[in-house]
């Protein structure tokens, strides 16, 4: 049983280290290459049986008859979350970042700068996700009317992101009528989700209608998801893309994996994900780790706006 559990965690190192490698040099490693560089002493021919071993898993597999070896998605996936998942965030790319975050001072620039930098640690893309409207938390909201009737709705996240739109309610609002209605969703509602507000608007139309009726209903025509426009939207920024064109990686899309995200929070609510966006071989520890601190000075930097 020992020897067992022995022969596993080798495996597993020389498999990270095969991963490490090809992500090092793009090109398909050998057993020579792995000796070197493996802690424990080894014959090249014990290393050359283990990768057989490996590459019978499907682990790895053999471009060419007298090639070395290259990982497959499943070492890939192996080496992102039990080694890369494990690494620290080097000094260097430490300050870096910080330095990268410290002139931003809104929200447009710190999203810019998040970008920026996933984009550079990953060599690929950086993308910042927003949530679809109906997920937007709503901190203030404003509203006026224009001259012809239609109304200007700006809705004020964390963080100072606005969202506005221009409606064409089907009734005749007033400003004094706007006022109450955006006192009343700022008094009764500010930090909620415009879907929670929703939810709650619709549950007093129906349990004390006689009380909430007509200012209820008014929120309801200017505050909708739906209304403001398409819920299920999510915005994207993206950063990087001039970097991947051309990219041997990108040439065959089989070769781009799923997004290496993590979540960013604005004033103890998620407000959306941020990650990187590249190929298969790429430097999964520096990437990886950048990420969660990026969201973290994201979080941190959207709190302070």
Known sequence: MRSAALQERRNRQILADIVRTYIETGEPVSSRAISKRFEETLSTATIRNI???LEDGGWLYQPHTSAG?????????FFAQEIASQAT???EDRDWIRREFKAATTSEEVTE????????VSNALGIIVSPPLAKTVMEHARMWLLPDGRVVVVLISPGGITRDKILRPSRHFSQVELDATA???NRQYSGWTLEAIRG???QKLATERERYEGIVRS????CDPAVLGDESALRVHVE????????????DQAQVRDLLGAPYMSHDQVQGSLGVLGPTRMHYERAITAVAYVAQLFSEALNKI
């Open 89 to 91: 965030l080097s000094v």
């Open 51 to 53: 990768m057989a071993d």
């Open 219 to 222: 929120a309801l025509t200017l």
């Open 113 to 120: 700068r998040a970008g920026h930098v996933l984009a550079e």
């Open 200 to 202: 709650d608007l619709l």
């Open 183 to 185: 006192e009343f969703l």
């Open 69 to 77: 070896r290259v990982p497959t998605a499943a070492a890939y996936r």
């Open 240 to 251: 990087g893309t001039a970097q991947i064109v051309g990219a041997a990686e990108f040439a």
